[in-house]
């Protein structure tokens, strides 16, 4: 297994003076102790992960899916809200590295007698945990405690903030299937205003150099997300129609998007990813979807399961992602080290 904290993910061709051709590769080196986002990484930082990951496929593919690179840390993941695909990959993606790993949840713990997210973080860190992930229903959640603590925060998604190991393992997919997401036109179709998910995904994928599409209806588009250098439409069949994959999300009901359209049955029929809309989109169209489904609203059961659908293939890459960010992050090479 070849892993790297210098990994090439741009090269470049010069003609040098005499006329000869130089290939110059742009190196990246990891030098963050915490994953927080998207919008915080250079395009070679999340191609350094996007590699990494790729070594660590190749470690769920043997037969015995364990390396001792984690062995003697511990990992705890800090869950403020309700989650199972990403809770459980992080837990399984720290145990396949041979860390030791300890869930918590607000139900059974001091937070629920009232103790501060920072207090919470210094008490872990004076615990002497290596890495805490974190979910938070508040957006700057992870941010906060990482100012806090001197050990590793990666963020599990904040409030309508960031999500940014889902959109590295949606890009990640994304690779696998279409090469490189360069040039490729993704669109991201659903709760724009409420997602996380939607804000990781923009960041990343218009830094590869992808065209983003962005599609919902009115009220599920935040104001001034053209700034982020993507197309908006609420023209579903438009969004479709020139797509080389689509990201649908999930409708946050909990979050109050039940407000933006009449009813579960009106956003279907209008917005809902159907096997009759796919006859309009290129034959090889990627489906993809975070979960958790709300099969007939975002898309139809068909859909979810059909053969253009890569949503459980999204599931098993982030378990590579989340051991390449859970590496990375502890071996970063600290400025002054
Ligand atoms: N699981 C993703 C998240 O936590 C997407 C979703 O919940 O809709 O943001």
């Known amino acids: 297994m070849k892993l790297s904290y210098v990994k090439s993910p741009e090269e470049k061709t010069k003609i040098s003076p005499k006329g000869n051709k130089v290939v110059t590769k742009k190196t990246a080196i990891w030098t963050k102790k915490d994953l927080l986002g998207l919008e915080y990484l250079s395009k070679e930082e999340i191609g350094l992960i996007l590699d990494n990951a790729k070594s660590f496929k190749e470690v769920l593919a043997r037969p015995l899916r364990k390396v001792p690179t984690l062995r003697g840390k511990t990992v705890v993941n800090l869950f403020y809200e309700p989650s199972t695909r990403t809770r459980i990959s992080f837990e399984l993606a720290a145990k396949r ?6 869930n918590m949840v607000k139900e059974g713990s001091s937070i629920q007698k009232g103790e501060t997210l920072i207090d919470t973080g210094r008490n872990l860190e004076a615990l002497k945990t290596d890495v805490i992930v974190v979910r938070h ?28 190991t889902q959109a590295l393992l949606d890009i990640f997919t994304l690779n696998e299937k279409l090469g490189n997401v360069k040039g490729l036109n993704i669109s991201i179709i659903g709760d724009i205003a409420h997602s996380r998910v939607a804000r990781s995904n923009i960041w990343g994928l218009t830094k590869l150099g992808a065209n983003v599409t962005v599609c919902a209806p009115g009220k599920l588009i935040p104001a001034g997300i053209e700034k982020l250098g993507v197309k908006v439409t609420s023209n579903i069949d438009e969004a479709i129609k020139k797509a080389d994959a689509i990201n649908v999300l999930r409708m ?18 209008t917005f809902g990813i159907t096997e009759e809309r796919l006859k309009k989109a290129k034959k090889d169209i990627v489906v993809m979807h975070p979960g958790p489904i709300n099969r007939g609203v975002e898309m139809s059961a068909e859909v979810a399961d059909g053969a253009n659908s890569v ?4 599931v098993t890459n982030g378990i590579a992602i989340r051991m390449a960010v859970l590496y990375l992050v502890t071996h970063a090479k600290r400025e002054n080290a």
């Open 311 to 314: 949503i459980l293939e999204q």
């Open 137 to 164: 229903n508040c957006s700057g959640a992870a941010a906060m405690l990482s100012r806090a603590v001197n050990i590793s925060v990666v963020n599990a998604g904040d409030g309508w903030h960031e999500h940014p």
């Open 252 to 269: 946050q009901f909990e979050r109050d998007a039940a407000g933006a359209f009449p009813s579960r049955i009106e956003y279907f029929k």
């Open 97 to 102: 590295l041979s860390a030791d790993v300890i």
